[in-house]
Nanobody, 116 residues
Framework: QVQLVESGGGLVQPGGSLRLSCAAS????????MSWYRQAPGKERELVAA????????NYADSVKGRFTISRDNAKNTVYLQMNSLKPEDTAVYYC?????????WGQGTQVTVSS
């Protein structure tokens, strides 16, 4: 049974930090590229950050470059998103995605709210 379980969301003040985690099970984690997406109310889901299966390459949305860092630990079957200098416009539900090119899995999402 494939599972992607996100955690680490919450309420944070502007300028603060959060670290999201996504624990994977039920598939060969090290064979999948992993990504974080987000969806704000009334907006389409957008790609935030992605990392290749071995972790050798990453890419980021322009809106988060220099503030967010994606990483993975294939020994722990977990992908992370370190979010610094958070802004109110980062408020969204954040989703973890696993993609092998043939198969695609999603987590249930974790809410991030940036507000004073």
């Amino acid at each position: 049974q494939v599972q992607l379980v996100e955690s680490g969301g919450g309420l944070v003040q502007p300028g603060g930090s959060l670290r999201l985690s996504c624990a994977a099970s039920g598939f060969t984690f090290s064979s999948y590229a992993m990504s974080w997406y987000r969806q704000a109310p009334g907006k389409e889901r957008e790609l935030v950050a992605a990392i290749t299966s071995a972790g050798g390459s990453t890419n980021y949305a322009d809106s988060v470059k220099g503030r967010f860092t994606i990483s993975r630990d294939n020994a722990k079957n977990t992908v992370y998103l370190q979010m610094n200098s958070l802004k109110p416009e980062d408020t969204a539900v954040y989703y973890c995605n696993a993609d092998s090119g043939a198969w695609d899995y999603w987590g249930q999402g974790t809410q991030v709210t940036v507000s004073s």
